[in-house]
């Protein structure tokens, strides 16, 4: 009977590799370097007693949040605690709530585009949008400062709205191209 385990293979395969990062990792929860250590190998020993080990995604993360609770453990065990230990605790809790560069990216071209389209309404309606939706005023003040009716400017903030959305979805050219069949039919 061989005295390794599947256990021992899982862990020496999908645990160990990642030994430096939960090493360093230890470092931040730990007053020095021996208390590191000390807290990786609780971490391991807790590891290799699991039942349920194969059901571990992603062991790497597993063991951070291992050592993470040891370090907690022993914390509310010591009388006095460094305030640095309490500091890199609560750094893995709150992640940035900052957009990261893609979303700042994106976010940008949409407002490129959405200006873009905004440009492309007939001047009624772009004016009545402008009003209602970035300066928030209601269509009765909207009616009142433009001297239309209520069911003018409803009409006006209806149609921009469909061809800013159209716009947006199909590009900016689309919402001109929509206000050209009825500047035909005006004509007629």
Aim: proline share 6%; with cysteine; aromatic share 6%.
């Amino acid at each position: 009977m061989s005295w390794f385990r599947p256990i021992d293979a899982w862990f020496a395969s999908s645990v160990l590799p990642h030994e430096m990062e939960l090493l360093r990792q230890a470092r931040r929860w730990a007053a020095d370097e021996d208390e590191a250590r000390d807290l990786l190998h609780e971490a391991y020993a807790q590891l290799l007693q699991l039942s349920a080990w194969e059901g571990i995604g992603n062991p790497a993360a597993y063991a951070v949040r291992i050592i993470r609770n040891c370090a907690l453990q022993r914390m509310r065990r010591a009388r006095i605690v460094p305030m640095r230990q309490f500091a890199a605790l609560e750094e893995l809790d709150f992640p940035d709530p900052a957009p990261d560069s893609f979303a700042v990216a994106a976010g940008r071209e949409e407002l490129r585009r959405m200006m873009a389209a905004l440009g492309t309404l007939p001047p009624a309606c772009r004016r009545v949008l402008l009003l209602r939706k970035f300066e928030e005023m209601p269509p009765r003040a909207i009616a009142e400062k433009l001297g239309l009716s209520l069911s003018t400017v409803e009409k006006h903030l209806a149609r921009g709205i469909l061809l800013l959305s159209r716009a947006m979805r199909d590009g900016a050219n689309c919402a001109s191209e929509a206000a050209a069949p009825d500047r035909a039919l005006r004509k007629a």
